[in-house]
């Protein structure tokens, strides 16, 4: 009967959207009938605001940190191998958990992060963040959760629910506003140069809720990184990293 009654009034009212000589208020008198069942007449839409409502001075930057990460969704540093990939990535950490600049680039306000490392231990992690920060307070410290390779081991499958799972558990349990995960090729069996299995990689990254900046190499002779295409098509920011003339360009 619920059904009926939808589908009836549902074609009563768009049967009034096309007789012009029926006004606006008619045809929303008609689709109150469904109100009940669908959550008004315009159901999940109803909160829906034009963009001259919105308030003056509305934060519209999303970026957790400016042109770099940006909330619940992905970006990339890539590089070659020993270029110093981690060194920058674990810089951003501190800079998101201080809310402070990384690479002259503003970290809006203090952020939890996590690091998932599948390439050095938990030890060797924070002792790169101490030398970098030899100062680092406790408070900025208590936003930064880190995941050595003596947890997980030198490679997981999130292609896997019993590494997936988990892993989202984690993110929600610590509250984390930004996950990094270095490297990339650590997480998954597929193969990295078809963009369709990329993409599928980087799909249950997506769903994580958090924003997530991708550790990721590239081969030394053609400075491109594998599986490009899907990496930039799901990124909001590719970083690349390289050595020119002996120095670091990013």
Known sequence: ???????????????????????????????????????????????????????EGEEVDHSLCRKVLYEGGISCLVGPGGVGKSWFAIHLAIALAKGDFWMGLQCREPKRVGYLCLEMTGVAIRERIRKLDPELTHEVAERIVISGQEATGRAVNVMEEKFSIPLANW????????????????????????STDMGDVLRVFSTLGCAVLLVHHVTKSTGE?????????WSDAVLSLAEQNGDLVL
Do not use: M, Q
């Open 225 to 233: 990184s594998r599986g490009s295409t899907a990496i930039r098509d």
């Open 171 to 194: 993110v929600a349990t610590e509250k984390l506003d930004a996950l990094i995960i270095d490297p990339l090729r650590n997480t998954h069996k597929l193969n990295e140069k078809d």
């Open 1 to 55: 009967r619920r059904r009926e009654k939808v589908t009836t009034a549902l074609l009563d009212a768009n049967a009034a959207i096309k007789d012009h000589s029926r006004n606006t208020s008619e045809v929303l008198r008609l689709l109150e009938d469904v109100g009940e069942d669908t959550g008004g007449a315009l159901g999940v839409f109803a909160k829906a605001s034009r963009l001259s409502e919105a308030p």
